[in-house]
């Protein structure tokens, strides 16, 4: 991903439309919309705050390959920048803030354009061929493991469904894309996207997305809507699947996280139970290991979860709501780089089982006509050892007293 | 997709190409182009006749979201305008003139490039993620419902084939596509599409399609050939899904229709047999209701059908030939608008059975080697009491003193 | 596919960007490249050496229909004209040197853009939805017929995938791709792709494609690489799928081949195995007819194999290493024109039954990690009746005291 901001940078010399702002006057552009006939190739926004601090927001497109004509936008709040893919439903492909970075190195080398991809491909695993994310939103009607589920159809009678790994919602493109920058002070950052995962005679869910930063912080927020604007209830699924590879992901590292309780997903971790939170190097055949967490939360039904580098210099750690999202999934694939060295900590309304498990083990949330849910996410990009440790600490405190539950063998897909 | 045509005005701020035609003269241009290698982002013809009538042909592109790059030409005769989208297999997205709209509100509120749908998902309903046209071809290779047909491959030897829901014709982008102003009186717009449902080793199905209408008319036209531009005979299918939503369709409106053979399609219909001409307002989980009607004909072998509203002063009539379409389907989906309220009436050469039921039933149709089959649909809107009369009348006229047979069971599967 | 050359003519009034080279200077371009988000539309390099032969390398962009959007290049060596398809794998399209042509007449009559082809469609056939180009590399995961193969999963588990038809690598867009000059003499024209073949937790074969030609020349030699960038062993199969029709194929032309052993792949070669390198006009209903050959080879290991014309005054000949490619598939499906009338002959690491079937009968190759295996092949175009015969005698020598190897049985899918 660290290719990706030469490439955005390069496409400045090409800009179309600029907007300079000197100092913080609000700004509020629409880049792509589909009711108003409207998808900025190249537009950019400038700025400085009173107290000399540098901002941007870029939009551009990329070219070549399989990613012709991906959209994205690079937001760069004078201390982080990150770069959001509206043709890829919003995911975020990758943060930076000086050496630390959000993201990992996937085989998969571009943004693929979902025009190329075929989630039924591979028995329903072609989801994988456009996985290099940082951060990609599983769902929406579905969001585990790929397989045959039933459901009821138009007509009222069972009908079979092959689901596919991790759902549509990230090979969508947004409908609706607009940036603002708010005067401030605080000088907010803020990209919102729109993406229609919607059907005749199927699930009309849509998503708003949301994801602001304030100028000069090394914290960013994501705040999601999911609404159903189908006629009848209708069962929904979202993981927020976040993926580290190094610098944070190293020997050494670890995740730090207030357990309530936790059991394997696969075989494979069943038997690295003891320990999982300890990263290890890359280690050559390294099959992949999940394990299931329910967390604890602080009074307000908060929980926190960090990962700290080696030396506990460097971290991210995120806070989000149990009442949300009270399933959270950890996914180590600590394989060699050339295989992706990758851990994902993916928050969700429910487990990565295929939605039949889900629906019997009673985690899967359903919305009536016209309902909405909200899903907010606080992440924070650590880059010194005292703000590693106070966030240890912080997860410390929530665990403090309270034996964690370890169930030692997997649910299996009986649950 | 009221929302549709200020988008297209929108797309006159950017006209590249603008022929400026005072008076009538003839117009004769090429949009798109295989073989010329042509595709025009944008253009536009606007003109007024002597009798200082104004019309004009639009070509603009559509952007955002699942749109992208969709080519659009909105035709307007100075009283009727309507929207054909040739990315999409020349299917017209809407026809309005004045308070009356041919056309539905989908939950599928995107005209959607075919490169982002895949009809093989949902076990074959993938068309059903793009559905949101007034008027959309269902074929040609196939046009009904999704499930294994067997077929005999290129070696002689008898394979099974998964078909998706109507076909693919719809998918397809245009290859060819013309427009006309012939200089008249009457001064007809004309706009001419081929599509290509051609693969190696497949069905080699040619679709010529041509819509015109006459400057300041009520009426137009669709004129189609379709041709076997292959070296062997070949099965073929074809239904003109059209699909009517308010104000047409609403509590009170009635299809008027003659009827030689009626039978409901599916168990939900066979219980609404009796009053099936009569429409409801939407209802909550109403279930889609599908009756298979063979029609009378006049002496010239063509039927007439009317949808009026419930006062009887807007209304939509489409005549036909029985020889060239014999079977005519009858597609009601009451259910709430976010559900997709809206009526299908579909003449066909055959009903939307999975093509292995048309076959046993002996419905469908084959084109030798070279061969082509026409198809002629002529439709009138109506926008007063008279004229709505009048077409019900002659609908009278041509049930009268003719009983029709009505079948009170779905025929199955086995027909 | 003679109508694409003058498609390609009529893209330069548009052009974009002129690089003038008036006498044979260095010339070093990247017309496509994600890593530096880069896709020239149009461009062009045309030359002259001292000596007053021209060239040029064109890259331009077709429109309409299926091909909106898909890159070609198009290169003149003075001598012969090649056009190559970047977004469809690095394919040739086809190539002409006077009255003389490589290439075919397909019923599909565009160069269709991958985003609009679905190689699971069909049961795995969906491939042949695109296929027309004179030479079109199969593989790389795998490269021949669709159906159920095993494999190990990420987890070590056994699990099934549906292979389609021939492989994914001709329909993924080429990610890096280079033309240059060389000053020379000799003055050497390079057309250098690279197309990945990468998932995540799936192959992750890169092929680099490199295409070359000398002004006046009336040879070209294609020159690929294929490695393994994942971080385990990975199978993988090519086979290079060069087609001819007219005017090489006709009534009375033949295939000149040296046989170490020679097999029919199915029932209808098996009755037409006596006289299979006798080609016969187009018959009506012909079936296609596959054979499967060992050639000998010469002292370097290299094989050769010619296409010659009824008079034997037209020909082409290609020489290649059988060390890198053992096996010769030849295709015969000589049926009418519309159906397609082609022969292929392709060499291949292989032939192309399914992959389990090559597997089991030891014919699969492997690349461990980081491992790349290199393929050439070098095409001659005849065009007088001396040059012809020469190949013919060539062949002759290396067939001379060897008596080919029979077998009258199609050896069946288990081999």
Same sequence: chains 1, 2, 3.
């Avoid at 496409?11 to 439309?17: G, K, N, P, S």
């Avoid at 069962?235 to 670890?254: D, M, R, T, V």
């Amino acid at each position: 991903m660290n290719i990706v901001y030469p490439r955005a940078a390069g496409v400045l010399l090409f800009l179309m439309t600029v907007s300079g702002v000197s100092a913080i006057e609000p700004v509020s552009k629409t880049l792509i919309s589909v009711e108003q006939n409207i998808r900025e190739s190249n537009w950019e926004c400038k700025g400085e705050t009173h107290e000399g601090a540098e901002f941007s927001i870029i939009k551009s497109t990329l070219h070549g390959g399989k990613q012709e004509g991906v959209d994205i936008v690079t937001i760069d709040n004078g201390r982080l920048k990150m770069i959001v893919v509206p043709t890829r439903g919003m995911s975020i492909l990758g943060v930076s803030m000086g050496p630390l970075r959000l993201g990992w190195d996937s085989p998969v080398r571009e943004v693929v354009h979902p025009s190329l991809i075929n989630l039924q491909d591979r028995e329903g695993l072609g989801w994988l061929d456009g996985f290099n994310e940082w951060l990609v939103r599983c769902g929406l009607e579905f969001a585990g493991h790929p397989g045959i589920d039933t459901f009821r159809d138009n007509t009222g009678a069972i009908s079979e469904q092959r689901l596919t790994l991790h759902g549509k919602i990230g090979n969508i493109p947004a409908s609706e894309v607009t940036v603002s920058v708010e005067p401030g002070p605080p000088h907010i950052l803020r990209l919102r996207g729109r993406v229609d995962e919607i059907s005749f005679y199927g699930a009309a869910l849509e998503l708003q997305t949301e994801v602001s930063t304030t100028v000069g912080s090394h914290e960013f927020e994501i705040r999601d809507m999911v609404t159903n604007r189908g006629a009848e209830s209708q069962e929904f699924e979202i993981i927020y699947h976040a993926n580290f590879g190094p610098p944070l992901l190293e020997s050494g590292a670890s995740l730090v996280v207030p357990i309530r309780k936790v059991q394997p997903m696969n075989a494979v971790a069943a038997k690295s139970l003891q320990g999982f939170q300890q990263i290890s190097g890359p280690v050559a055949g390294k099959k992949e290991e999940v394990f299931l967490i329910e967390p604890l939360s602080d009074s307000q039904g908060d929980t926190l979860v960090l990962l700290q580098n080696a030396n506990r210099r460097l971290g991210c750690s995120v806070t989000y709501s149990l009442e949300q999202m009270p399933f959270l999934t950890i996914w180590k694939n600590t394989a060699l780089p050339r295989s992706g060295y990758v851990m994902g900590i993916e928050p969700g309304t429910n487990y990565p089982f295929n939605r039949s498990v889900e629906r019997k083990a009673g985690r899967l949330k359903k919305l009536s006509a016209g309902e909405s849910a909200e899903f907010r996410l606080a992440y924070t990009l650590h880059s010194d050892e005292a703000s590693v440790r106070e966030a240890a600490e912080r997860i410390a405190f929530l665990q403090e007293d309270f034996e964690p539950q370890v169930l030692p063998e997997p649910p299996g897909e009986g649950n």
